[in-house]
């Protein structure tokens, strides 16, 4: 998002980084929610007396974190687009007189 942010000034970069790192968004926001969920499913349980969890909630467990771990893979080989867009977001600043670097005051 702060790529965004940097190139918010120019309407056609902002859509030009959002295009290449929306994958890398909803991988981000996909396994932030099934952390989430696991958190969430396994706490349901935890500390409660006389309450068991069911089998099949051990099963569906598992399948969210073997789901979670495949997106946090595929998300590691997004580097090179993450990579991509920073040197994007990095030219569009640099080559528009139009933003005002802050200089240290003397």
Not at 18 to 28: G, K, Y
Not at 84 to 105: E, H
Request: hydrophobic share 50%.
């Amino acid at each position: 998002l702060k790529l965004l942010r940097d190139v918010q000034h120019s309407p056609g970069a902002v859509e030009a980084v959002a295009i290449q790192l929306v994958p890398v968004i909803a991988d981000e926001l996909a396994i932030r929610l099934g952390e989430a969920a696991i958190t969430a499913t396994k706490q349901t349980f935890s500390g409660v007396k006389n309450v068991t969890r069911p089998p099949e909630m051990d099963k569906a467990i598992a399948s969210l974190e073997q789901e979670v771990m495949g997106l946090r893979l595929a998300l590691a080989n997004q580097t090179d687009r993450v990579l991509a867009a920073k040197d994007y977001a990095k030219m569009v600043t640099a080559s528009n007189p139009a933003i005002m670097v802050a200089t240290p005051a003397r």
